[in-house]
């Protein structure tokens, strides 16, 4: 099994959204241009971003989610079965002590769940065609559990699905139909974005969500197999990456809580290559739930954030990598930004400077630790 991430500096994905597709977007939305239109702004914004990434070393490419609103909803919403409605209000918060109202969008259950086209694959190809051959194209979807933990059971009528266990086993099976539509295309590297592992680190998420009729911890178990149940038509060859995330919207957050809640079982029972973990400030708790790591999986991570502009120093960045070595192989992990730089098209509040230099960091701290070598995963 070749499984190794390209290069020990990678990233989430998500990157700030230049203004040519922003307001190509609006006037897609004012019916101005065409769907075609968009997508040619969309493409030529994307070949640049593709010679931006490779330029600063980057080895693991994306699209940067250009062709994106929400980091999930415009993939959730193409799958039959699945719409959107109210959201569910959550005060995010920043590091200016600052509270960020916004409710993030809920997908609700309308019918049974099935695959009926291909969602990511023509910009799969897109992608491909203008990556390097010393590069790797890099997809990321949203984490099959975004269809549960928002709206939990209210969100799926018991008369489309009167067990839950049929709701999974639909799911599992459109995301397999996605897998192995982007596998046969060449692609080798697929991460899942998962904001609920996360937020069932929360003391208060986990309360909401005990109010909604769950159980967190067999929440989490159940969401580890949902995730086994989507990759098990990926190739044994493909890069299988899960992103936990605590919420990023305008350099705000909606979770607080260290891994401990959920490291066992995520670490041991989710069948994933690569992990990347938001470590970034004191929030995300400190690094002893890294014990749990088996061989032969990897930890990616986030030290450097994406929600300030302020680079952090090399110095302080290899101190926490040492630290982090204490519970974890160092030949386990390996280094990235905490998250996005643009989760939804809105964006953090940074420059895309800073955006650069926070990459450029992460390749020349990942080069003095670990030299110029793939991370085992």
């Known amino acids: 099994m070749s499984t190794k991430l390209p290069l020990r500096a990678d990233h989430v994905g998500s990157f700030l959204r230049p203004q040519s597709v922003i307001e190509a977007r609006q006037h897609r939305a004012a019916d101005n241009i065409s769907y075609e239109e968009l997508r040619q702004i969309e493409d030529e914004a994307i070949a640049e971003l593709v010679k931006w990434q490779e330029g600063l070393g980057l080895k693991a490419v994306t699209d940067g989610e250009f062709r994106r609103y929400f980091f999930h909803t415009d993939f959730l919403l193409k799958l039959s079965g699945v719409e959107e409605r109210g959201g569910l209000k959550k005060a995010f918060k920043n590091d200016q002590g600052k509270d960020v109202s916004f409710a993030p969008p809920v997908m609700v259950v309308t019918d049974k769940i099935k695959h009926e086209k291909p969602i990511q694959l023509d910009d799969y190809n897109y992608l ?9 194209a890099k997809v990321s979807i949203p984490s099959p559990s975004m269809l549960h933990f928002r709206a939990g059971r209210s969100g799926i009528p018991e008369d489309i699905y009167p067990e839950m266990d049929e709701f999974y086993a639909d799911v599992a099976a459109a995301y397999r139909e996605e897998v192995a539509q982007l596998s046969q295309a060449g692609c080798r590297y697929l991460q899942m974005d998962d904001t609920n592992l996360a937020y069932l680190c929360d003391d208060e998420q986990r309360a909401d969500a005990v109010k909604r009729g769950m159980d967190p911890d067999a929440t989490t178990r159940q969401y580890a197999k949902l995730i086994n149940d989507s990759f098990a038509s990926a190739p044994d060859d493909m890069i299988r990456a899960i992103h936990l995330c605590r919420g990023n919207f305008r350099s705000s957050y909606a979770a607080e809580g260290g891994y401990e809640p959920v490291a066992d079982i995520m670490f041991n029972e989710l069948d994933i290559d690569a992990f990347f973990l938001e470590y970034d400030d004191p929030r995300s708790g400190d690094f002893a739930p890294l014990r749990f790591l088996p061989k032969g999986k990897t930890v ?48 953090n509040d940074i420059s895309t400077q800073q955006q650069a230099d926070k990459i450029g960091l992460c390749i020349e701290v990942a080069e003095e630790v670990w030299g110029k070598v793939p991370a085992d995963a």
């Not at 491909?128 to 790797?136: N, T």
Request: charged share 25%; hydrophobic share 40%; proline share 2%.
């Open 128 to 136: 491909a065609s203008q990556v390097s051959d010393d590069c790797m």
């Open 300 to 347: 990616v991570l986030g030290l450097v954030t994406t929600k300030l502009g302020d680079l952090e120093s090399k110095e302080e960045v290899m101190r926490r990598i040492e630290e982090a070595a204490k519970f974890a192989d160092l030949d386990q992990l390996a280094l990235s930004p905490q998250c996005g730089f643009a989760s939804t098209v809105h964006g």
